[in-house]
């Protein structure tokens, strides 16, 4: 099975068939897809004007796509470069115990749905690399009270996601899951009183 750096390479390769081309960029997102499979492909035709379902996109454009792909698997890696320096050094302390935001980290080793989108037409706006810069960002300044992406307080529990984890709160402006020990116990309250009161209304 090829990897991610193989089928960059392909991607690149001029002389192969524009359709194979598109189709090495669509196995890179085997190996990293950060919102997901389906919403990483949707975001990244987005931002680089291919139709999803376009079979022969511009070679440029798939270009430019997989530019923005590697940027923030580049992004990632060297992420994770560090925390396993870091756990290596706290086990040598005699720190055995990741704490919450490092046992969620270990779940999404590798980068495939490190912040799930659970509808795969809403995503965060901005490049990739930005995004998981401002996650990072997140996750080594503790709990907050909002979505760690956005800013935005519009979190809503949802009990039905069609992914692992099956609950969790979203954000009702980008769309991400976001992941539990980013929030406050008092944004995760927030988010399951925002489910109740949506459905009162509705009745």
């Known amino acids: 099975m090829a990897g991610f750096r ?3 390479r392909e991607v690149r390769n001029p002389r192969r068939h524009i359709t194979a081309r598109r189709t090495s960029l669509r ?7 950060p919102y997901g499979h389906r919403a990483t492909w949707h975001h990244l035709c987005t931002r680089s004007g291919i139709a ?14 997989l530019e923005e792909l590697e940027e923030a698997r580049t992004l990632w890696l060297a992420y994770e470069a ?42 965060p706006d901005g490049r990739l690399a930005d995004v998981l810069r401002r996650l990072i960002v997140a996750m080594e300044s ?37 992941p539990l020990p980013l929030l406050t116990t008092e944004a ?11 459905r009162y209304a509705t009745v």
């Open 27 to 33: 196995k890179c997102l085997e190996r990293f897809a």
């Open 142 to 178: 503790g709990p907050g009270s909002a979505c760690p992406v956005c800013a935005r307080q519009d979190l809503m529990w949802r009990e039905d996601l069609d992914r692992y984890p099956s609950a969790g709160p979203v954000c009702g402006d980008c769309g991400i899951v976001v």
């Open 82 to 123: 560090d925390f396993a320096a870091r756990r290596r050094q706290e086990k040598l302390l005699g720190i055995r115990q990741p704490s919450a935001v490092d046992d969620w980290h270990l779940r999404t080793w590798g980068g495939c749905d490190i912040i799930p989108c659970e509808n795969p037409q809403t995503h």
């Open 188 to 198: 995760l309250s927030a988010a399951r009183r925002a489910v109740r009161e949506s």
């Open 6 to 8: 193989a089928l960059a």
């Open 52 to 65: 999803p379902e376009d079979r022969r996109p511009d070679p440029l454009r798939l270009l430019t796509a």
